[in-house]
């Protein structure tokens, strides 16, 4: 009798733990080479930039994180709002923080901005508007409103309330750390709830989830009313970092789609990086800050920030199969045509 004759993978192919390169990876090295270029430029106190970063960074991923799961629900989402809900929301923070105080304030802040978000929710679901031009339509009522607000305002923001998000623990700031814990859990929402499966589901694609038995209009919903809560948060919050302003927010509409897209979430959807977050938000803080100290004008930047978004928008659409990529399109519309003619001459 013979011995069985189990076919087995040999030792270092079974035993080896393949290293998949993080989505988000890129981005983190984009941090690393942008802060020794800075250092390059000046050397003296090398660690105040990430210090600095660290300081602004944690209000751009609040609204970067609401902006990422909305992009995650699929091609055409996405939130063009919240720039102007973070002003309005500075406003409403002073203000009511003024009467009320300031816990009162920032609640009023994320509320308003639950406010906006739904205002998107039934322009997109009742009145089947597309959502970026729901988006757009409101902001335009966001930045009427705030423009009312800054007329009337004659409050600033609490001392109390400004001394928290300027405060630091073991030299890290405060603020980093919270938002650093609600990143942890959105992130374990998106891997643990039914919730945030759903929303990776539906990004994926919108019919098949729909088949599945997932409410797609909820998931959508609670989509964009946590897109514009979150960017109220952070407008109350930014309220006592910096002051309340017009204009406080119109960097982070741009700012939060670039900072999702560089830190690794897909733009066609079905792919969530919070991690990307910070990683994407560091990066576009101490490029900002680099090309500053270099001389480079605000709609310079702006340019920049668009170039690195399309590319890797485009990079990564071909590296990951999903979708296809203006290569691809170009490739085939030179290719199809060749193979026409070759038929005919055939």
Known sequence: MTASTTPTLP????????????????SLIGVIAVW???????????????????????????????????ITLGPGNIDVSVGTVVSMASYVSVGVGAAAGPVAGVAAAAGVGLLAGAV????????????????????????????VLADANRASADAGLRAFVNAKLLGIPVMALLVAAVTVVVALMLARTRFGLSVLAVGQSPRAAERAGIRVWRVTAVTYLLSGGLAGLSG????????????????????????????GTLISGGRA???????GALFFVLLSGLL??????VGAQNILKGVLVVAVVVVSTAATGTGRSALSR?????????????NIHG
């Open 36 to 70: 020794a270029c800075i250092v390059a430029v000046r050397p003296a106190q090398p660690f105040d930039p990430l210090a600095q970063a660290l300081s602004l960074a944690p209000f751009l991923v609040l609204v970067a994180l609401g902006q990422m799961l909305v």
């Open 292 to 297: 500053n100290l270099v001389g480079w004008s």
């Open 236 to 263: 109350g919050l930014l309220a006592a970092f910096i002051s309340p302003s017009t204009v406080l927010g119109s960097s982070y509409m741009l700012d939060s789609v670039a900072v999702v897209v560089i830190g």
């Open 273 to 279: 990086m919070p991690v990307g977050a910070w990683t």
């Open 120 to 147: 998107s929710v039934i322009a997109i679901l009742v009145l089947r508007v597309p959502p970026i031009i729901a988006t757009l339509a409101t902001s335009l009522i966001v930045q009427s409103t705030t423009l």
């Open 330 to 342: 170009l490739r085939d519309s030179l290719t199809i045509p060749a193979k026409k003619k070759e």
């Open 11 to 26: 030792a270092p192919v079974a035993q080896r733990a393949r290293f998949h390169w993080p989505a988000w990876g890129w």
